[in-house]
Nanobody, 124 residues
Framework: QVQLVESGGGSVQAGGSLSLSCAYSGRTFGIYAIGWFRQAPGKERDFVAAITWSGGDTYLTDDVKGRFTISRDNVKNTMYLQMNSLKPEDTAVYYC?????????????????WGQGTQVTVSS
């Protein structure tokens, strides 16, 4: 089992920044990639970003490219999502997820472990 715990959510005005963290623990040796998804009220859960366990590959959805950065520190067992130039449409619950396959994926059903989520609210 892998445990994921998000932190760092909050409220910010448009144009501001927030940094999310995801602390991971447990049987992490089988993880290929870890990532972030978000779900706005009344909408489906959408992929935001992912990074391979080695840190060599990252992938971000077009909506956040140039504004968000994903990184991880395997010494601290923590993944980060730095969010800059936030927009009201970034408002959502952000989830951390881990994937044990052998490819980087944007599909939520291919992720095996999930955190509880953290709320991000961006006001105009």
């Amino acid at each position: 089992q892998v445990q994921l715990v998000e932190s760092g959510g909050g409220s910010v005005q448009a144009g501001g920044s927030l940094s999310l963290s995801c602390a991971y623990s447990g049987r992490t040796f089988g993880i290929y990639a870890i990532g972030w998804f978000r779900q706005a009220p009344g909408k489906e859960r959408d992929f935001v970003a992912a990074i391979t366990w080695s840190g060599g590959d990252t992938y971000l959805t077009d909506d956040v490219k140039g504004r968000f950065t994903i990184s991880r520190d395997n010494v601290k067992n923590t993944m980060y999502l730095q969010m800059n130039s936030l927009k009201p449409e970034d408002t959502a619950v952000y989830y951390c997820a881990a994937h044990t396959g052998t490819w980087i994926t944007t599909l939520d059903y291919e992720y095996d472990y999930w955190g509880q989520g953290t709320q991000v609210t961006v006001s105009s």
